[in-house]
T-cell receptor, first 117, second 117 residues
Framework: NAGVMQNPRHLVRRRGQEARLRCSPM?????VYWYRQLPEEGLKFMVY????????ESGMPKERFSAEFPKEGPSILRIQQVVRGDSAAYFC???????????????FGEGSWLTVV | AQTVTQSQPEMSVQEAETVTLSCTYD???????LFWYKQPPSRQMILVIR??????QNATENRFSVNFQKAAKSFSLKISDSQLGDTAMYFC??????????????FGKGTKLSVKP
């Protein structure tokens, strides 16, 4: 039973380029979260999505950042015109909606490390 | 707004001994979940233990246990028989339970635990 899958694990982009990070949730999970971790800091919430819906994007920067979770395929976190300050680890997480022991428990992927040069 | 505070930036413990990591939180909500996550040098986020606020009994997972004091809004993690593999950053996290839906995780800044041989 595969966990949360993220790719790429490491991504290097020049300033001004676009970065796309992908996340496939655990099987049976319909909730996806994106978090950002800056060096030496904890994780900060960015966005919470369900299939085809953005539920909470209160942690997303207003410009250059967007996220989607289409009906088919992985969730995508897209960062346009990257700047050095976007260098961070981006973690995707997923959870099951309602029933069972794992309800309301969020499981994380291994993270995608973005370096902007 | 909800906040999570971890007052110990770094701690160390001798192998086989017991260590307690502190966490306090602030919320006006009554229904919520509390978590401890471990982030080893590999940077993966690993769920250690989970506690539902409505349960008075403290959660335990093998060598890991919590001391949940709801009135004091305290949620400490005790690691017994510490092992070298326990060396990691430990993050305390909080999530509101909205019943049919769920909130997002709010993290503390973390405690860096070093287990010494």
């Amino acid at each position: 039973n595969a966990g949360v899958m993220q790719n790429p694990r490491h991504l290097v982009r020049r300033r001004g380029q676009e970065a796309r990070l992908r996340c496939s949730p655990m099987k049976g999970h319909s909730h996806v979260y994106w978090y950002r971790q800056l060096p030496e800091e904890g994780l900060k919430f960015m966005v919470y999505l369900q299939k085809e819906n953005i539920i909470d994007e209160s942690g997303m920067p207003k410009e250059r950042f967007s996220a989607e979770f289409p009906k088919e395929g992985p969730s995508i976190l897209r960062i346009q015109q990257v700047v050095r300050g976007d260098s961070a680890a981006y973690f995707c997480a997923s959870s099951a909606a309602r029933q069972g022991k794992s309800r309301n428990t969020i499981y994380f992927g291994e993270g995608s490390w973005l370096t902007v040069v | 707004a909800q906040t999570v505070t971890q007052s110990q930036p770094e701690m160390s413990v001798q192998e086989a001994e017991t260590v307690t990591l502190s966490c306090t939180y602030d919320t006006s909500e009554n229904n919520y979940y509390l978590f401890w996550y471990k982030q080893p040098p590999s940077r993966q986020m690993i769920l250690v233990i989970r506690q539902e606020a409505y349960k008075q009994q403290n959660a335990t997972e093998n060598r890991f246990s919590v001391n949940f004091q709801k009135a004091a809004k305290s949620f400490s993690l005790k690691i017994s028989d510490s092992q070298l593999g326990d060396t990691a950053m430990y993050f305390c996290a909080f999530m509101i339970d909205y019943g049919g839906s769920q909130g997002n995780l709010i993290f503390g800044k973390g405690t860096k635990l070093s287990v010494k041989p």
